[in-house]
């Protein structure tokens, strides 16, 4: 028995749910068992070689001590400028800070700005994370829920209705993890305006901002509108997703230079610095060719058609196509169980794996990723419709 007793908000966090799901589908298919695995959050393609390149060339010439804690003024400078070209964002190398993956600029961010007594809003469908993250600084988690007749954009009138004094930060993700949701750049003015009038930081999540697919659904950053906007959002990315950088822990934030300051102190007590050769193959990223990212963004959209398209036709699920990142989310009301009974059975039953929506704030669905090769898709929908045609 623990004869420790923990009452501290980060000892009581929860694993994460995607993460458990897919070590469990992992070991199994390590043991010789034929899974079929949709859960992955990460590009199955290669890093591009010239980035590779360039942390080994980082390596060998001696790259290995302490860089500042934000990161090299390289990085920093290249972000800066990717930002205000790319994103059509004003901001500099002061205000940058690089971090060990975009899950921590996220985590300091929120760390830098709530406490006991304040609030943050998140919208469901949510990331699994950022309800940890915000319980874990001991502020109250406020969920706004979405829907998919409305593009899972947040309705600003209820926005409205939930934030107060007390609430520092609004989270938005865009494109949306899990539900491949590009919010409307009306949307977007929408909530800035509110915003400005209660006082309250938006956090821009736009990790997936390279995967998109349609022209009527193109990725705004919302600190880009104005300069007013801009001294109150976070900008958060990184490498992960558009450069299948997912293992290397590059990261990366802009924010008004006081909270930037606040975030820096923090990370200077928490993680020294990111991976100082690992920073050398980000610049190569961000200023490097651009072509592989072009190229597996196409891949990407022509799966989400192809993938869109199976299940679609399978009797009894629903969902809208997305717009964006790599992910399917799917209602399953019509099987009467909840997403973690429905995953688990499906795993015991035809060895597939996907993740359930109960930790992403949707009990009644399942998330696919559709970031592996055709024929695992494919294979995929057969499993499924098996499943669902043998059970209900």
């Not at 990261?251 to 200077?268: D, E, F, H, M, V």
Request: some cysteine.
């Amino acid at each position: 028995m623990n004869k420790f007793k923990i009452t501290g908000n980060l000892g009581m966090m929860t694993p994460s749910a995607t993460l458990a799901i897919t070590s469990k589908a992992k070991a199994m298919k390590a043991a010789g068992e034929d899974v079929c695995s949709l859960c992955a959050g990460e590009p199955d393609f290669d890093t591009p070689e010239h980035i590779k390149q360039s942390a080994i060339e980082a390596l060998n010439k001696g790259e290995t001590k302490y860089t500042p804690a934000t990161g090299t003024i390289e990085f920093k400078q290249a972000v800066a400028e990717k930002l205000k070209n790319e994103n059509g964002i004003k901001t500099s190398a002061e205000q940058i800070i690089i971090a060990p993956g975009a899950k921590f600029c996220v985590f300091s961010t929120v760390a830098a700005l709530c406490a006991p007594g304040d609030n943050a809003v998140i919208v469901a469908p949510y990331w699994l994370s950022y309800p940890e993250m915000i319980k874990s600084v001991g502020a109250e988690v406020r969920v706004l829920n979405s829907n998919p007749e409305n593009n899972y954009e947040l309705d600003t009138d209820e926005l409205e209705k939930i934030v107060d004094t007390k609430t520092k930060l609004l989270i938005l993700n865009t494109p949306s993890n899990p539900t491949g949701a590009v919010y409307s750049r009306k949307t977007l003015e929408k909530i800035t305006e509110l915003a400005l009038k209660y006082n309250f930081i938006i956090l821009a999540d736009e990790i997936y901002e390279k995967l998109t697919y349609d022209a009527d659904f193109p990725h705004c950053s919302i600190a880009s509108f104005s300069d007013e906007t801009a001294n109150q959002v976070v900008t958060v990315n990184g490498l992960s997703k558009a450069y299948a950088m997912t293992g290397w822990r590059l990261g990366y934030l802009s924010a008004p230079l006081w909270l930037t300051k606040r975030i820096a102190a923090l990370q200077s007590h928490t993680t020294s610095n990111p991976t100082t050769f690992a920073q050398a193959g980000g610049v190569a990223a961000i200023r490097g060719p651009q072509e592989p990212v072009e190229m597996m963004r196409q891949a990407f959209s022509k799966r989400r058609d192809l993938i869109y398209s199976l299940i679609s036709n399978i009797e009894g699920l629903k969902c809208i196509r997305p717009h964006g990142a790599f992910y399917l989310f799917s209602d399953i009301s019509f099987s009467g169980l909840d997403s973690l009974e429905f995953c688990a059975k499906l795993l015991e039953q035809e060895k597939m794996a996907v993740i359930p929506g109960t930790p992403f704030g949707a009990k009644n669905c399942i998330r696919m990723s559709y970031a592996c090769a055709d024929n695992v898709i494919q294979d995929a929908t057969i499993r499924l419709q098996r499943f669902i045609k043998n059970n209900f």
